[in-house]
């Protein structure tokens, strides 16, 4: 089962901020918080990963509490091509499959 | 960039019949996976392959599944007698290994999937 918990759905109006909460209260210090997307029935697309620090690339930011037990995903100018199902999911970095166990994720919606 | 390709887009198949399903993993990357989509479920891992053999499989990969890696670039999924409830997408993905930072992270590139249904 997914260690992860998220909303199901939210909104946001296109041009602003989307911020993805996700709860991983049972992380352990190997693991990392990863976040992918499905953008419509297409294959997962990675976003970011993080394990302690902030990260922040070309697509989002990852904001890590201090206690690891939680995360948001941020997109800073959300488009309407953002419009997917996002997956956050943990993940033991050392692990030698690297298999990625699905929730059921939260249903972005980006409304002009 | 590089990209994961998978074909066919889309299989018919009748109940029973054999089905393959093809993939072409990014060619530098070392470890190769199978995951499936029931059409409104969640995405579920069936199959994890390294070094030319299976290095997990989930309770969904059944005798009736087998994976191959043929020659240097493709690999395969094999169905061997489809069920209704084989019916879905299926998604291969291979991974970016290392990047100097060894063993500590994964980056999954997802190919873009193939409907199978199943007569």
């Keep these: 089962d997914a260690k992860t918990t998220q909303p199901p759905s939210m909104d946001c109006a296109e041009g602003r901020a989307a911020n993805l909460p996700c709860n991983h209260s049972t992380i352990s210090g190997n693991e990392y918080v990863y976040w992918y997307r ?15 620090n902030n990260e922040t690339n070309e697509m989002a930011s990852l904001i ?35 298999k990625l166990i699905f929730g059921q994720g939260t249903t972005l919606q980006v409304k002009p | 960039e590089p990209e994961v390709t998978q074909t066919p887009s889309h299989q018919v198949t009748q109940m029973g019949q054999e089905v393959i ?19 409104g479920q969640k995405v579920e891992f069936l199959v994890s392959f390294y070094n030319n053999e299976i290095s997990e499989k989930s309770e969904i990969f059944d005798d009736q599944f087998s994976v191959e890696r043929p020659d240097g670039s493709n690999f395969t999924l094999k169905i061997r007698s489809t069920k209704l409830e084989d019916s879905a997408m299926y998604f291969c993905a291979s ?13 999954q590139f997802f190919g873009p999937g193939t409907r199978l249904t199943v007569l």
Excluded: M
């Excluded at chain 2, 399903?21 to 059409?39: A, D, G, T």
């Design chain 1, 38 to 52: 499905q953008i419509h029935s297409q294959g997962p697309q990675y976003i970011i990963h993080g394990l302690k």
């Design chain 1, 64 to 98: 890590i509490t201090e206690d690891r037990k939680s995360s948001t995903l941020i997109l800073p100018h959300a488009t309407l091509r953002d419009t997917a199902v996002y997956y956050c999911i943990v993940n033991e970095g050392s692990s030698n499959t690297g």
């Design chain 2, 21 to 39: 399903l093809r993939c072409v993993p990014i060619s530098n990357h070392l470890y190769f996976y199978w995951y499936r989509q029931i059409l």
């Design chain 2, 95 to 107: 991974i970016r290994w290392g990047e100097g930072r060894g063993v500590s992270y994964n980056e």
